[in-house]
């Protein structure tokens, strides 16, 4: 399977604990974007890598978040000490980058975090 | 303001009919990148069509078309034939790449296809 791969696929948590997700994207793809998605909304952009480089980050994003992607392949997202409020659906996407408009993103099938 | 608005929360179409889903944006940039996505059930966002800001004629894709007017601000989605498959959300989004490069999501519409 070469398309974008997300784990776990789903996450229980207590509010207050770390929680951590995986993504996988496209092996030729050098940017990688996080997105959350809460119901009846469309993805909300979280941040986005060129690379190992983090290069954006929304100004929603508070710093309990934080994500990595080591040598510019898998990028890890973390919550620390969830909240209720971060139950979503967690998803990855990935793509070619550079200023051509025309690459689109391929998704994973994302993370749905509850926090209990 | 938004930069990708989503008016009809909720569409219903007979099958085999075509249905129009709209789409407005807003952007100062020149160039940019307007795509349609599909989310069904299941949760996974499928990529659907591209229009770029510099193409004369409208995207199609099969039974997708895009209904591209520049001056409006507005990338319409019309699918032709609707089948009982098609029933989902569906995401308008925009690129600029030469402003950070997100992908910029609408709200969603959700089809029905009635049988």
């Known amino acids: 399977d070469t398309g974008v791969s997300q784990n776990p696929r789903h996450k229980i948590t207590k509010r207050g604990q770390n929680v951590t997700f995986r993504c996988d994207p496209i092996s030729e793809h050098n940017r990688l974007y996080w997105y959350r998605q809460t119901l009846g909304q469309g993805p909300e952009f979280l941040t986005y890598f060129q690379n190992e480089a983090q290069l954006e980050k929304s100004r929603l994003l508070s710093d309990r978040f934080s994500a990595e992607r080591p040598k510019g392949s898998f990028s890890t997202l973390e919550i620390q000490r969830t909240e209720q409020g971060d139950s979503a659906m967690y998803l990855c996407?990935?793509?070619?980058?550079?200023?051509?408009?025309?690459?689109?993103?391929?998704f994973g099938p994302g993370t749905r975090l509850t926090v209990t | 303001a938004q930069k990708i608005t989503q008016t009809q929360p909720g569409m219903f179409v007979q099958e085999k009919e075509a249905v129009t889903l709209d789409c407005t944006y807003d952007t100062s940039d020149q160039s940019y990148g307007l795509f349609w996505y599909k989310q069904p059930s299941s949760g996974e966002m499928i990529f659907l069509i591209y229009?770029?800001?510099?193409?004369?004629q409208n995207a199609t894709e099969g039974r997708y078309s895009l209904n591209f007017q520049k001056a409006r601000k507005s990338a319409n989605l019309v699918i032709s034939a609707s089948q009982l498959g098609d029933s989902a959300m569906y995401f308008c989004?925009?690129?600029?790449?030469?402003?950070?490069?997100?992908?910029?999501f609408g709200t969603g519409t959700s089809l029905t296809v009635i049988p």
């Open positions: 229009q770029g800001s510099y193409d004369e």
């Open positions: 989004a925009m690129r600029e790449p030469n402003t950070g490069n997100q992908f910029y």
């Open positions: 996407a990935s793509s070619f980058g550079g200023t051509v408009p025309s690459y689109e993103q391929y």
